[in-house]
């Protein structure tokens, strides 16, 4: 079948190298995709949100599946774009519908759905412009530290962690009254801090039956030893050292299930994948938020562990048949190091050249932001390749991966080098 995967990132990158190994896969489109997915796809000069366009690419080249990598085109609407559509509506798309995918482009959306199914987390309120003192209020009856979340997307930025109560009253102002984050926090969701270790289930789901793939835990800010800006990830380790088989029930008893469950007491259709943050406090899960895709750099080592054929996966998605399918996991470890542009997560430059990729061995590349130009692999965003290896465990996977970086070169080139370090 012919199919097209929409996204340009190390995710989008790791469903290609994946779903390209299927036999039921004849042709695979990606869209916008960067030099990675270029080299094993065809590459689609498309936006992901240009739904018009989309849809005569996809009757042009009778596209046969669509699978959507980021969420933007998820919260704008492509699921039902595509139901709605008389030409369309044959056609499976993987992914959530448009009230499905709230739960990521709302915070308080999400956490209204947590409380409503009597899933654990952590106590909130909203505020808007209007209500911004109540806010101030609000915060005066919590301990620190602080947590504010921008309502909207605001691709991975949003969420600020305060200390000090008189610096997260005036972030709340900066956020709601001047729009720090834009469209994106007009609204504000501020939550109780709780203190654990974070981890991320990955539950893929045809509405009414589930999988749940590996676990595994990225490191979001750009410094080692969890220090400085928050980024999109940058490293990842599957699966999770120390979720053992009791933790792992709790979380789908208490969690997945109800999720699950919740999707069909409210009636949101939903056949796509959900990604579940967690904090483990004293061993109870509780959900810190909610993503409707995979994570980025997680899909990175929790797809090489996948054997079961993803394509096959997919089409029983669509089909609501994914409880006939019984999903193979790779017993070895998997990590990944993210390789970012010099002053990534704020100004970076681009168009550096990248060497050394063809002395790579026992590491799998995966490309995020790359393109190509005069035939040479160049770098195209803050996030720039993850190089991702397999080990008996994540130590002597996280060496292997390691040892490869030290292969590649380009300027100003930053990785951050205790990956895994937090698990010794």
């Not at 676990?215 to 220090?227: C, F, M, N, S």
């Amino acid at each position: 079948m012919n199919i097209l995967l929409l996204g340009s990132g190390g995710r989008e990158h790791a469903f290609a190298w994946k779903m390209i190994q299927s036999p039921l896969c004849d042709t695979l489109f990606v869209a916008p995709g960067n030099a990675g997915t270029a080299s094993i796809a065809t590459n689609v000069n498309m936006s992901p949100t240009d739904f018009d366009a989309i849809k005569a690419f996809v009757i042009d080249e009778k596209v046969e599946m669509v699978v959507v990598g980021p969420e933007d085109p998820l919260v704008k609407g492509i699921y039902d774009f595509f139901l709605n559509d008389d030409k369309l509506n044959q056609i499976p798309v993987i992914g959530p519908s448009k009230i499905g995918a709230q739960l990521e482009g709302s915070k308080e959306f999400a956490k209204e759905f947590l409380v409503k199914h009597n899933i654990p987390t952590a106590a909130y309120d909203s505020f808007t412009a209007d209500t911004v003192e109540k806010g101030c209020d609000f915060l005066e009856t919590l301990k620190p530290p602080y947590v504010l979340k921008a309502d909207g997307l605001a691709a991975g930025k949003g969420v600020l962690i305060i200390h000090d109560l008189a610096e997260a009253k005036e972030e709340l102002r900066n956020m709601l009254v001047n729009k720090k984050f834009g469209a994106a926090s007009s609204k504000v969701v501020i939550e109780e801090f709780l203190d654990g270790i974070e981890l991320s289930c990955f539950v893929l789901t045809d509405g009414k039956s589930y999988k749940i793939l590996p676990t595994a835990k990225d490191y979001k800010r750009i410094g080692e030893g969890d220090t400085g800006l928050n980024t999109g990830g940058m490293g990842a380790v599957s699966p999770v050292p120390y979720v053992d088989a009791v933790l792992m029930e709790k979380i789908e008893t208490r969690i997945v299930k109800p999720t699950i469950d919740g999707f069909q007491k409210d009636g949101i259709p939903y056949k796509g994948f959900v990604f579940i943050g967690l904090i483990n406090v004293n061993n109870e899960p509780i959900v810190i938020e909610y993503n409707v895709r995979m994570g980025d750099p997680e899909t990175e080592v929790v797809v090489p562990r996948l054997k079961t054929d993803l394509v096959e996966l997919f089409l029983a998605v669509a089909n609501e048949k994914l409880d006939e399918i019984s999903l193979e996991i790779d017993e070895r470890s998997a990590t990944t190091v993210m390789l970012v542009s010099g002053g990534y997560p704020e100004d970076f430059e681009k168009g550096k050249v990248i060497s050394g990729l063809e002395n790579i061995t026992d590491s799998i590349v995966f490309h995020a932001g790359t393109k190509f130009i005069d035939n040479e692999v160049v770098t195209n965003g803050g996030r720039v390749l993850t190089i991702t290896s397999y080990g008996n465990d994540f130590q002597e996977a996280i060496k292997k991966s390691y040892q490869n970086i030290d292969k590649l070169h380009f300027d100003k080139m930053n990785f951050r080098k205790d990956i895994g370090n937090d698990l010794l």
